[in-house]
């Protein structure tokens, strides 16, 4: 078998692609061959070395895939050889507050990630893909989608009525778009180009704005709608302060990301003054996954593919994923 792992420079360019043995899988393992995985902004982060954590040579990269099992480990019943799932991001966290969590890692950086031909995982970190769903579908769940859910439907009770300001056309945000629509709610997306503001309103976004032409958006957002319930924010300290000005009295700001940079200053007197609930939320548990995925079941929901590539073309997948032109997830195929 073959896997791919963090060379010893940071860099795309550095990545090893080696030969090993297939691993067997331990007491409570499940042995998956790997079809698919997407790419995140952290698992590019964490291959050029800009993750807040740096991690050693000789890891295999990237939290998301999904694959078919083709062994078990002793002691395992609830899959056999055949079974089509999904690897959790969280590995250790199976439900509740992460703070509860035993032993809770990450695929991906510290754990081994999905790019690899054969992983073993624990069984209880494994979820049934949908039965709708490719294997590139089903790979885009763990980070992406999950994040969403656990923003909106977990910690944010998203409800019929509500309205949900949603950034950029990313993974997360298009999960987002998609859950909130699910759940009666209405969208506010903003995003730069036309063509992807055109694309989400076919997607179900109520409201589109390009926040270039409008740089005071949290102002427009508040009037065209009474104000935000939920913000999923992936900006960072370029837009955030918007963000406190689109919300009503009470509302939520997720924080998932910080596109626009790590550092800034948000003055305290906008959250005190908007009365609001700021969270981070570092994507959820397996009982998140778990939940999304038989929601999606439910409703034959379809994750937003920009392009798939060729796990050989590896590299040109990352560069379309930097430029930021993509609309919902990149995928690697890995099946050749």
């Given at each position: 078998m073959w896997k791919v792992t963090?060379?010893?420079k940071p860099g795309v360019s550095q990545l090893?692609?080696?030969k090993t043995t297939v691993p067997r899988p331990a007491v409570?393992?499940?042995?998956v061959k790997v079809k698919a995985v997407s790419l995140n902004y952290r698992d590019w982060e964490v291959i050029n070395g800009q993750y807040h954590e740096v991690f050693s040579s000789g890891m295999v990269p990237l939290s998301?895939?999904?694959?078919?099992v083709v062994e078990v480990g002793e002691g395992v019943d609830r899959w056999q050889p055949g079974d089509r799932v999904i690897g959790s991001f969280w590995q250790g966290w199976l439900a509740g507050d992460l703070k509860n969590a035993i032993a809770p890692r990450s695929m991906g950086g510290p754990l081994d990630g999905m790019l690899s031909e054969f992983v073993s995982l624990p069984a209880n970190g494994l979820v049934l893909c949908p039965s709708h769903l490719s294997y590139e579908q089903a790979a885009c769940l763990p980070c992406a989608a999950v994040t969403a859910w656990q923003a909106l439907v977990v910690e944010g009770h998203v409800k019929a009525g509500?309205?949900?300001l949603v950034q950029?056309?990313?993974g997360v945000s298009l999960f987002a778009l998609q859950f909130a629509k699910l759940h009666g709610a209405s969208v506010v997306l903003l995003s730069s180009s036309e063509d992807k503001l055109a694309r989400a309103r076919e997607l179900g976004a109520d409201i589109t704005l390009n926040y270039l032409e409008c740089p005071d958006w949290g102002a427009e957002v508040q009037l065209r709608t009474g104000g935000i319930d939920h913000v999923v924010e992936v900006g960072g300290p370029n837009t955030l302060v918007q963000s406190f000005k689109a919300l009503r009295l009470g509302g939520q700001v997720n924080i998932i990301g910080y596109l626009g940079g790590k550092c800034g200053e948000v003055s305290p007197l906008l959250i005190l003054q908007s009365h609001s609930r700021v969270r981070g939320i570092a994507v959820g548990p397996c009982s998140s996954l778990e939940a999304l995925c038989g929601a999606i079941q439910a409703v034959q929901l379809i994750p937003v593919i920009d392009r798939i590539f060729s796990v050989d073309n590896l590299g040109e997948a990352f560069d379309y994923l930097a430029s930021?032109?993509?609309m919902g997830k990149v995928v690697l195929r890995l099946d050749s």
């Open positions: 963090l060379g010893e090893k692609r080696e409570g393992e499940v042995l998301d895939g999904a694959g078919e509500d309205w949900v950029g056309t990313g930021g032109s993509h």
